[in-house]
């Protein structure tokens, strides 16, 4: 079964504003990640949140963690027509290294 | 330092034939993954691999998939009498020992006639 579900499924804002997705997960985890993939391309690392983080930030980026509700959310802040990508968050599956189980991802689209 | 090499980017079969497709890690990278992605999808975990071993394959169809890390030379995920529902994206990644985020490649498109 997936472990990452995100919502919303699409999102269409303008440039300047902030765009929120969330990341919903059913087992228990060591860390979650968020990556973001152009369309056709492979996907690329944008942040790591640990279980025992509740905040993390870096550049426009700001990942929150709610390991007792299972979720995370992704905030992009001033967000620029570049950011128009997939953005998926991805677990453990509670053991140190090895794989990574994806989420369905979330389509932002920025328009200038 | 280049990154995850995959190839070919494009691959086109005809139902019963054999796919090949190939994943060079980054250098010092020893573990390699293997996704597919259908479109409009996520990605499905298929196989994890360290070289000569295969580390979980829990992904992997049970039928006419395969892969292998050999000691040298790239990942090699190989596809036997394709259908036409293996026409997806196939993405390797790789990561060093103990590392948590993967480094992954442009993927490589299959498509079935």
């Known amino acids: 079964s997936q472990q990452g579900e995100e919502d919303p499924q699409a999102l269409s804002i303008q440039e300047g504003e902030n765009a929120t997705m969330n990341c919903s997960y059913k087992?228990?985890?060591?860390?979650l990640q968020w990556y973001r993939q152009n369309s056709g391309r492979g996907l690329v690392h944008l942040i790591l949140?640990?279980?025992?983080?509740r905040e993390k930030h870096s550049g426009r980026l700001r990942v929150t963690l709610d390991t007792s509700k299972k979720s995370s959310s992704l905030l992009i802040t001033a967000s620029r027509a570049a950011d128009t990508a997939s953005y998926f968050c991805?677990?453990?599956?509670?053991?140190?290294?090895?794989?990574?189980?994806f989420g369905q991802g979330t389509e932002l689209s920025v328009k200038p | 330092n280049a990154g995850v090499m995959q190839n070919p980017r494009h691959l086109v079969r005809r139902r019963g034939q054999e796919a090949r497709l190939r994943c060079s890690p980054m250098?010092?990278?020893?573990?390699v993954y293997w996704y597919r992605q259908l479109p409009e999808e996520g990605l499905k975990f298929m196989v994890y691999?360290?070289?000569?071993?295969?580390?979980?394959e829990s992904g992997m169809p049970k039928e006419r998939f395969s892969a292998e890390f050999p000691k040298e030379g790239p990942s090699i995920l190989r596809i036997q009498q394709v259908v036409r529902g293996d026409s997806a994206a196939y993405f390797c990644?790789?990561?060093?020992?103990?590392?948590?985020?993967?480094?992954f490649g442009s993927g490589t498109q299959l498509s079935v006639l």
């Open positions: 250098k010092g990278h020893s573990h």
């Open positions: 991805a677990t453990d599956d509670g053991n140190q290294g090895g794989k990574l189980i």
């Open positions: 990644a790789s990561s060093p020992v103990g590392a948590e985020k993967l480094f």
């Open positions: 691999l360290q070289k000569e071993n295969i580390i979980d």
């Open positions: 949140i640990r279980s025992n983080e």
């Open positions: 087992t228990s985890i060591n860390n």
